[in-house]
């Protein structure tokens, strides 16, 4: 691309006040910008503590200066990191300075360093999200499977699946081209076991990708359950604050509350929401119940509250197994825990049990009793499934990675592709032309994870949520 001729320079710390502030220098002009502000082009990848010089030679500030050479710097090309003082007022200075050094130097954009990185081929597609998810990182897991993704763990594993159908498609290619001589490159079920195995590896990946996602964005909770369950009771003792109005009057919450908690290092995101019903005659719990619907649509897992005292009319009753078929008719499937609320009536001993496939977990939300035992419950349960799924490589030091929802759109839809080779493949008894365009186009929406294949804007999209200076 073409702006990669410039020179860019940046503050790569965050405005405001700190003993250090830096700027960053990427591109050919570097050496001539460095004899110009120091003196002297800086010694590769050494520290060295140089005046700044203004326009006249006289000292600006004393800086410490990195000078790392093209090709072995992060982006490829020539960088000069300065290291001054964190002043907001003194870094733009410098930075006025810089901007006068010479004629094809200006501000870089968002994300720029480290989508220059990526043109250069320092970095995959992968990498350079990975460094965008670690600055933004919310919780501890999220910062450290952000740092699994840097160091290539989710990269390599999708170049390996990507070898797998590469060959394969070789395979597929040449017994169509010599398909008239007779010769047989593969036996036929030979291809068909390894097309199965691939299907296989990359409908694995789609579920550790999952909860790669999972780890970037947080996990979903929704509270739910019929009008005077103590959801909002539910709500504020998990989130630690009484966020939610509680009351004994039915109804009280009308739309959904939104908070963030970290549980054992991981996100989850808990949403209280307006009781569900049959059918209402008010117009607002009409609204608020469609919300309630919504949410849990888009929910990871799902907290159904129960009043085990509730001796209402049945009528206007809801039950969990009618939930659970409408978010089936979705293709919806979050996992859901029961909560046998309000143990300060009921007397049930609080604690843990299992009936019919469901975890219910007996508490009291108004008295915050039991609620660090589903505390407990989530953040193990959770962070036992991603380490279940992950499959680890001890070996190789392999663990969780982080991911973006089109990582997971891209892996679906090279399954989808493959399976409908595999149905070309099994129909047809025999490697055809349909069978080996599958093939392809299955190669292709896995490389869109790379960056291979993707569109300028796509690219333009994902790097303008970098900060200034990365």
Not at 357 to 371: E, H, K, M, P, Q
Request: charge should be negative; include cysteine.
């Amino acid at each position: 691309m073409s702006y990669t001729i410039d020179t860019v320079v940046a503050i790569s710390t965050p405005p405001g006040r700190g003993g250090i502030g830096i700027i960053r220098i990427s591109g050919k002009s570097v050496p001539e910008i460095a004899h110009k502000l120091l003196g002297k082009i800086p010694n590769p990848r050494k520290a060295e503590y140089l005046p700044f010089l203004d326009t006249d030679g006289s000292i600006l500030e004393q800086v410490i200066a990195l000078f790392f050479p093209e090709p072995n710097s992060f982006t490829g090309e020539n960088i000069l990191e300065i290291h001054g003082h964190g002043g907001q007022i003194i870094l733009d200075i410098l930075l006025e300075r810089i901007l006068k050094t010479s004629s094809d130097i200006r501000i870089a954009h968002p994300g720029e360093f480290t989508k220059r990185a990526f043109l250069n081929n320092k970095i995959d597609l992968v990498q350079a999200e990975a460094i965008a998810d670690i600055i933004d990182a919310t919780s501890y897991q999220a910062a450290k499977s952000a740092s699994n993704s840097l160091q290539g763990i989710f990269s390599r594993k999708i170049h390996i699946i990507s070898e797998q159908l590469t060959n394969l498609r070789m395979y597929a290619e040449s017994s169509i081209d010599f398909s008239e001589d007779e010769i047989s490159i593969i036996p036929y079920e030979d291809i068909k076991k390894k097309l199965r195995n691939i299907i296989n590896d990359v409908q694995k990946m789609y579920k550790s990708t999952y909860h790669g996602v999972l780890l970037r964005e947080g996990i979903k909770i929704v509270i739910a359950g019929k009008p005077n369950a103590g959801k909002s009771s539910l709500f504020n003792a998990l989130v630690g604050i009484d966020r939610a109005i509680i009351s004994t009057i039915s109804g009280t919450t009308r739309d959904t509350l939104h908070e963030c908690v970290q549980l054992n290092g991981i996100a989850f995101h808990i949403t209280d929401t307006a009781g569900l019903q049959k059918k209402s005659d008010n117009e607002i719990e009409q609204i608020g119940m469609k919300r309630t619907w919504e949410e849990l649509s888009n929910s990871d897992h799902i907290l159904w509250v129960i009043d085990p005292n509730d001796k209402t009319d049945k009528e206007h009753d809801i039950t969990l197994e009618h939930v659970e078929k409408v978010l089936f008719c979705k293709n919806k499937k979050p996992a859901i825990t029961i909560i046998h609320n309000k143990s300060d009536l009921t007397k049930n001993k609080i604690g843990i049990s299992i009936i019919n496939n469901y975890t219910i977990i007996t508490l009291s939300a108004l008295f915050d009793d039991g609620t660090d035992l589903l505390k407990e419950y989530l953040s193990n349960n959770i962070k036992f499934q991603i380490q279940e799924d992950y499959s680890y490589n001890l070996a190789e030091n392999q663990g969780n990675f982080i991911a973006r929802r089109r990582h997971l759109d891209a892996l679906e839809k090279s399954s989808k592709y493959l399976l409908s080779a595999q149905t070309q493949l099994l129909s047809a008894m025999s490697i055809n032309e349909l069978f080996a365009e599958d093939l392809g186009l299955a190669h292709k929406e896995l490389s869109k994870i790379f960056g291979k294949c993707t569109p300028d804007d796509l690219l333009t999209r994902i790097f303008s949520t970098f900060c200034i200076g990365k």
